[in-house]
Every structure is written in C-alpha cells, then in structure tokens.
C-alpha cells in the first residue's frame, strides 16, 4: 500500500535550492524524502538551516589572479561553530559563459582548487565533488585541461553531472562520464527534460529516478525544479510548483507524497488535470521502496 514514507529509505535525493518568488514555498521542502541540499553558495540557507536536510556548500566560481581564500574560511568557521559538513561542490559550469555558467578558465580553477579545496580535504577529512561542468563536449575538453592543470594536485571524490535533455542522452552521458573518471562516484546536482510536454516530463521523471536509484556509482542527485512553473527556465512542466505555489505531480513525487493533478501554468493560476496521473509516480515509487 502507498504511503507518505515509501520513499524514504532513499537517502540520494537533494533538493537544488533557488530563492523562491515566495518565501512560503520553502516550507515543502522542510518535510518529506529530501536528505541534502545545495544552493551555489558557501553558506546555509536561513529558511532551511531548522530542517533536517544536510547543506552541501558550494565554490561556485574563481577570479584570475585572485588569492581570495572566502570560501575555505567559511566551511571552517561553520565546522568550528558545530556544523557537520561531508561535502563541498566545485565550480558551477566553468565551461559556460551564459546562462547561470562560472566562467572559469582551467587554469584559474585549478590554481583555485589547490588554495581553497584540498585544504578542507586535508584538514576536516571533507569529499570534494569536481567540477560540474555542462553535457555538451565543451565539458569533457573542459575537465580534461582542468586535470592537466593541476598536474596531480587535484583530489575530488566524485563527480558532479549537469543534464538537460532526453533520458536516452543522460544514461548515455552518465555512461561516459563513469568511463572517463571510473575511480570517483557521481552526483547528478542537473537534469531535467526542458520545453518538453507534461507528460514526456513526468515520464523522463520518473524513468530517471528509476534509474539512478539502480546505479551503484551513483550517490545522490537533485531534480532541476524547486520554483514555481511561472518562473521556470526549463519550461513550466518542469516545476515542482505551479504559478501560484501549489505543488504539481512531479514536485509531490519528489517529495513522496501522492500526486496533486496540478497542472504547472505560465502564470499564477493552478489548472488540475482531468485524469488521475499520478499512478507510474506510485508505481515507481513501490518500486524504488524495494530497491532502497
């Protein structure tokens, strides 16, 4: 029989956090089967930081010829204050220039790297996630001169993906990338199917989290779709939110809750959809349950 808690012997699942149009939309991600987080900065959200979900700092970007050390310090002086802190997170896209990307030329990141993250390797014994650069093949140039740079001072322990597209592609690129780096496991911190119809998001959906759930090497990811479908730059039907802060099918699967049959809009209004479409989310969701 479903119920609330079918998901959570999950411990993979994270929530990609942006500042939500409305500060009550943080109040879902306070319950259900969520278990880390991230939000492209070096400290905890305040919304989120009573909750249970275990924050996962980020060195989103780097400046050539900066000897900046920001974010080294403030992953210690949240250590010394009592925070339990496992993981970091590199660099945010450094191989794009647009759109949310770092910008960040190897060089620059690897000098940063070395300054800033291994020292947290070193001293507070902390897995340092690589780069997340972007799918396309800029990315793998990218990581590949990124390594060269280092010349061997560089340790991550696992590898953060970023994907946007069709499920076929991310199995296929998650399949790469495991080949390329198979002695680090993976996050996938990414993904969603943007501009797509409700229906291919919801079964991109839940085809992937059938499947990262089946992956050994892969440890956590983080759907692309914390915000309200107005505000949405993946297209509404990615969202977890509809325009006016309802959940959708997708935003309550993720959490472990029943479907809602709220279709994401453009604007602030709800739409509820007129057939039930929510049972290949319970279907999975039994499934995963057993898999956990």
């Given at each position: 029989?479903?119920?609330?808690?079918?998901?959570?012997?999950?411990?993979?699942?994270?929530?990609?956090?942006?500042?939500p149009k409305d500060g009550n939309d943080n109040n879902f991600w306070s319950s259900g089967d969520l278990?880390?987080?991230?939000?492209?900065?070096?400290?905890?959200?305040?919304?989120?930081?009573?909750?249970?979900?275990?924050?996962?700092p980020m060195l989103w970007g780097a400046q050539i010829g900066n000897t900046d050390m920001s974010f080294?310090?403030?992953?210690?002086?949240?250590?010394?204050?009592?925070?339990?802190?496992?993981?970091?997170?590199?660099?945010?896209?450094?191989?794009?220039?647009?759109?949310?990307?770092?910008?960040?030329?190897?060089?620059?990141?690897?000098?940063?790297?070395?300054?800033?993250?291994?020292?947290?390797?070193?001293?507070?014994?902390?897995?340092?996630?690589?780069?997340?650069?972007?799918?396309?093949?800029?990315?793998?140039?990218?990581?590949?001169?990124?390594?060269?740079?280092?010349?061997?001072?560089?340790?991550?322990?696992?590898?953060p993906v970023h994907y946007y597209g069709s499920f076929e592609g991310l199995a296929s690129h998650m399949?790469?990338?495991?080949?390329?780096?198979?002695?680090?496991?993976?996050?996938?911190?990414?993904?969603?199917?943007?501009?797509?119809?409700?229906?291919?998001?919801?079964?991109?959906?839940?085809?992937?989290?059938?499947?990262?759930?089946?992956?050994?090497?892969?440890?956590?990811?983080?759907?692309?779709?914390?915000?309200?479908?107005?505000?949405?730059?993946?297209?509404?039907?990615?969202?977890?939110?509809?325009?006016?802060?309802?959940?959708?099918?997708?935003?309550?699967?993720?959490?472990?809750?029943?479907?809602?049959?709220?279709?994401?809009?453009?604007?602030?209004?709800?739409?509820?959809?007129?057939?039930?479409?929510?049972?290949?989310?319970?279907?999975?969701?039994?499934?995963?349950?057993?898999?956990?």
């Amino acid at each position: 029989m479903y119920t609330l808690n079918i998901m959570r012997r999950i411990p993979k699942r994270g929530l990609c956090y942006v500042e939500p149009k409305d500060g009550n939309d943080n109040n879902f991600w306070s319950s259900g089967d969520l278990t880390w987080y991230y939000n492209y900065l070096s400290t905890p959200t305040a919304a989120l930081q009573k909750t249970n979900l275990q924050f996962v700092p980020m060195l989103w970007g780097a400046q050539i010829g900066n000897t900046d050390m920001s974010f080294y310090n403030s992953v210690k002086q949240q250590i010394q204050g009592g925070a339990k802190i496992p993981y970091v997170l590199g660099f945010n896209e450094p191989d794009g220039c647009a759109n949310g990307g770092s910008c960040v030329d190897a060089q620059t990141a690897a000098e940063t790297w070395i300054r800033q993250m291994e020292p947290l390797k070193k001293e507070f014994n902390i897995s340092l996630g690589a780069p997340a650069v972007t799918s396309a093949p800029t990315g793998f140039n990218w990581l590949r001169n990124f390594f060269d740079q280092c010349a061997g001072r560089c340790n991550p322990d696992f590898i953060p993906v970023h994907y946007y597209g069709s499920f076929e592609g991310l199995a296929s690129h998650m399949g790469q990338v495991n080949a390329t780096y198979p002695n680090m496991t993976m996050w996938i911190t990414e993904f969603a199917d943007p501009g797509v119809t409700l229906q291919q998001s919801q079964t991109f959906y839940n085809q992937s989290v059938e499947y990262f759930e089946r992956q050994p090497y892969l440890t956590h990811y983080a759907w692309f779709g914390a915000f309200r479908s107005s505000v949405s730059n993946v297209g509404p039907n990615a969202a977890f939110l509809t325009g006016n802060g309802q959940l959708t099918d997708i935003g309550a699967w993720y959490l472990g809750r029943r479907a809602t049959g709220n279709v994401p809009t453009t604007n602030g209004a709800t739409r509820h959809s007129s057939a039930f479409v929510g049972s290949i989310g319970v279907v999975l969701a039994a499934a995963l349950y057993g898999l956990a």
